[in-house]
């Protein structure tokens, strides 16, 4: 059973940075591709970043230039570093990893954006 756990979050004031941290349990190049998503209340799970085995990176357009999707093999984690934050980043933050159709969802932890 694969296993995704996050870390990272907390409370940040608008304009500030943060990094998520992502650790699997297995190798992370054995995944098509790892990134994460995040969930504001009421809303719907949407993309935040990807990142594919080759390395090639998408990003949801909210965050596009502000956040930077990352990894390291030898630790098995993938980053997502977000810097000028704003109060609508806050959400909870989930790391996902896929294996041709088979996804796997961390816990998720929680971004909170506020002065």
């Known amino acids: 059973q694969v296993q995704l756990v996050e870390s990272g979050g907390g409370l940040v004031q608008p304009g500030g940075s943060l990094r998520l941290s992502c650790s699997a349990s297995?190798?992370?190049?054995?995944?098509?591709?790892m990134g994460w998503y995040r969930q504001a209340p009421g809303k719907e799970r949407e993309l935040v970043a990807l990142?594919?085995?080759?390395?090639?990176?998408n990003y949801g357009d909210s965050v596009k230039d502000r956040f930077t999707i990352s990894r390291d093999g030898a630790k098995k984690t993938i980053y997502l570093q977000m810097n000028d934050l704003r109060p609508e980043d806050t959400a909870v933050y989930y790391c996902r990893a896929r294996v041709l159709s088979r996804t796997h969802w961390g816990q998720g932890t929680l971004v909170t954006v506020s002065s």
């Open positions: 990142i594919n085995v080759g390395g090639v990176t």
């Open positions: 297995e190798n992370i190049f054995f995944f098509n591709d």
